[in-house]
């Protein structure tokens, strides 16, 4: 019998999470926002947490269903068996280390020089949402959005 490496769906990667199956919780970064939902992620979140599952926030949710071979979006995908791809496995959990580190850093620089998600005064007004891309409505992640709008990354010590 060939064994699973990665499940997918709200459901099973819940299941895979609880029973102390998941060796990383991967979610997609531009999930839809909604009550119900944002709750099922922080319920797994959580639990991924409490057991020590590495979580990776990466791809869009097309991008993520196209990387397993699937015509369809994914939300949610958890690796239950890195056995065949280990080394590519080890270097998404350390990439996802050192973006971790670096939200920590945005987030200490923000709060230091009292600046708001976009990286403007906190009392800045705006007209509109600077992270809400004008064609597609989308809003981008505050962290994604000051990464490509400040490229020289002002949160790095110097040499960074």
Not at 60 to 72: D, E, T
Not at 137 to 159: F, Q
Request: positive net charge; charged residues 30%.
């Amino acid at each position: 019998k060939v064994k699973k490496r990665i499940v997918v769906g709200m459901r099973e990667v819940e299941r895979s999470i609880k029973r102390g199956n998941s060796k990383c919780f991967i979610i997609a970064y531009n999930l839809e926002q909604s009550a119900t939902l944002d709750e099922v992620v922080k319920r797994n979140v959580e639990e991924a947490k409490l057991r020590n599952v590495p979580i990776v926030y990466a791809l869009k949710k097309s991008a993520l269903g196209k990387a397993l071979g699937k015509r369809m979006n994914m939300s949610f995908v958890s690796v239950v068996s890195p056995e065949g791809a280990y080394e590519l496995y080890k270097e998404i959990l350390q990439l996802s280390e050192e973006l971790h580190q670096e939200k920590l850093r945005i987030d200490q620089w923000l709060e230091s020089n009292q600046l708001n998600e976009c990286g403007d005064p906190k009392d800045t007004v705006y007209e509109h949402n600077p992270r809400e891309d004008a064609h597609t409505k989308i809003m981008l992640d505050p962290y994604r959005y000051l990464i490509t709008a400040l490229p020289h990354r002002p949160w790095n010590p110097e040499g960074e």
